[in-house]
């Protein structure tokens, strides 16, 4: 009478244990991705413990040193109304987010603020909070 094996091996794999990691990994990469601020440019911000709700179409910065950028184009002043007429168009309630260093001295934001009123943009100055 022959012997028969009991123990057979099993050829599939189960993968509820993978799926749960790779799930675990999108939920991290989807949260870290939301905190990463899309502008690199090194600014000090006044201090303010106003808020609004407003979503800018784009941003307008200048540095300490007097650069300003449009998003994270670095433009001239003198072209500054050029390229926010290419980047926001004519949208109606076009909110513009300005973005200065505390030490910019008044007269250049007063340009950004001339450029658009003269667009009817709305601005929104940045701060950072107290």
């Not at 000090?44 to 979503?55: C, E, F, I, Y």
């Not at 001295?105 to 601005?123: C, F, G, H, Q, S």
């Amino acid at each position: 009478m022959p012997i028969k094996q009991r123990n057979k091996v099993s050829a599939s794999f189960s993968l509820a244990g993978m799926s749960d990691i790779v799930f675990l990994l999108l939920i991290f990469f989807m949260i870290t991705s939301t905190l990463i601020h899309p502008t690199a440019l090194k600014l000090m911000l006044p201090r303010s413990s106003q808020q609004t709700s407003a979503k800018p179409m784009t941003t307008v910065s200048i540095t300490s040193d007097l650069m300003f950028y449009v998003e994270t184009q670095q433009v001239e002043l003198e072209n500054l109304e050029a390229v926010l007429r290419q980047k926001v168009g004519s949208a109606e309630d076009t909110y513009i987010s300005l973005h200065s260093d505390e030490s910019v001295p008044w007269k250049y934001i007063v340009e950004v603020l001339k450029i658009a009123n003269r667009n009817k943009y709305k601005v929104i100055g940045a701060t950072r909070p107290e």
